[in-house]
């Protein structure tokens, strides 16, 4: 649901946690979401906005724990609109987080980290 210029989603079984807000984009949780368009479609839009008229800093914190094909061409888009913001000289801080044991969301992140040309703090939760 969106508040004012933030979105807050609770996080569900199959969709992540979202707040969006000014100078904050978190995303945590599950994303295979059966619309993903849906989902994910509002979500672009408010990145695409925010980056028009963005804070001095902006903090990304990324947590995927399980991603389909259809949220990773999403959190892409995200991720570029936001590599936008470091390409036009705003500070953008960038973690993405994955379980030490987990490769697959540890590569989707490096190979995220190479498609957009940011650079990003790839960081191991160890559980």
Same mark, same amino acid.
């Given at each position: 649901?969106? @508040? +004012?210029?933030?979105?807050?989603? /609770?996080?569900?079984? /199959?969709? *992540?946690?979202?707040?969006?807000?000014?100078?904050?984009? !978190?995303?945590?949780?599950?994303?295979? *979401?059966? #619309? &993903?368009?849906?989902?994910?479609? *509002?979500?672009? $839009? =408010? &990145?695409? #906005?925010?980056?028009?008229?963005? !804070?001095? /800093?902006?903090?990304?914190?990324?947590?995927? !724990?399980?991603?389909?094909?259809?949220?990773?061409?999403?959190?892409?888009?995200?991720?570029?609109?936001?590599?936008?913001?470091?390409?036009? +000289?705003?500070? &953008?801080?960038?973690? =993405?987080?994955?379980? !030490?044991?987990?490769?697959?969301?540890?590569?989707?992140? $490096?190979?995220?980290? @190479?498609?957009? #040309?940011?650079?990003?703090?790839? &960081?191991?939760?160890?559980?």
């Amino acid at each position: 649901m969106a @508040t +004012g210029n933030n979105i807050s989603i /609770k996080g569900t079984f /199959k969709t *992540p946690l979202i707040n969006f807000q000014a100078g904050l984009i !978190e995303i945590s949780g599950r994303s295979i *979401p059966e #619309d &993903v368009i849906t989902f994910f479609e *509002p979500l672009v $839009n =408010w &990145v695409e #906005d925010y980056c028009k008229s963005p !804070e001095e /800093k902006t903090i990304v914190n990324i947590r995927i !724990e399980y991603i389909n094909s259809g949220s990773n061409r999403f959190i892409f888009k995200i991720l570029k609109a936001i590599a936008s913001l470091h390409k036009n +000289g705003f500070k &953008v801080e960038l973690k =993405w987080y994955y379980e !030490e044991d987990d490769d697959a969301i540890k590569n989707l992140g $490096n190979d995220l980290q @190479t498609l957009i #040309d940011m650079p990003f703090e790839m &960081v191991a939760i160890m559980e």
